[in-house]
């Protein structure tokens, strides 16, 4: 499985059709999806959070998915680590990120950041669209209800 094979530290390039496969969520666990850039003051601000309640809850997993231009590829390597970047982290390869997002998440929001709850399979169980908190992801991920990890769609900030 793609995801797994994918390690915390340099963020990976990534095509379309990688990405589509990481979204599909083939693993057994709630699969939590962040897209963001690094230009995007919000984004930057919700990373501690999302990371924090990612990495405490081992029934869930994590992905950054950077909408920057290919050019800006240093500018995400340094990102990763200027930010302590604790998830996998993905560049996505396109000369339009936001149209190529818009192709692989149905009802695209058209703005950023954007989390992404799917379920093993693939089905989204929530989506949080702007700045978002522990407790909204928490929420959003029905942490510690009967039944594990799933979820409402919800708004952020």
């Given amino acids: 499985m793609l995801l797994l094979s994918l390690t915390v530290g340099a963020p990976v390039a990534l095509q379309e059709a990688q990405l589509a496969e990481l979204l599909a969520n083939s693993s057994d666990k709630t699969l939590v999806v962040n897209f963001f850039a690094t230009w995007c003051t919000p984004c930057i601000r919700e990373l ?15 992905l950054l998915v950077s909408l920057d231009e290919v050019r800006d590829a240093p ?27 818009a192709r692989l998440v149905s009802n695209w929001p058209d ?4 989390t992404l709850v799917l379920a093993p399979g693939g089905a989204e169980t929530a989506r949080l669209v702007g700045n978002i908190d522990a407790i909204a992801l928490e929420g959003a991920l029905s942490l510690g209800a009967p039944g594990g990890a799933g979820g409402v769609r919800a708004g952020g900030r």
Avoid: K
């Fill in 48 to 62: 501690p959070a999302l990371q924090t309640v990612v990495l405490n809850h081992p029934e869930v997993r994590g």
């Fill in 75 to 101: 500018r995400v390597a340094h990102f990763a680590v200027e930010q302590s970047v604790r998830l996998p982290l993905v560049h996505l390869q396109s000369t339009t990120p936001s149209a190529t997002a």
């Fill in 111 to 114: 703005r950023i950041p954007v």
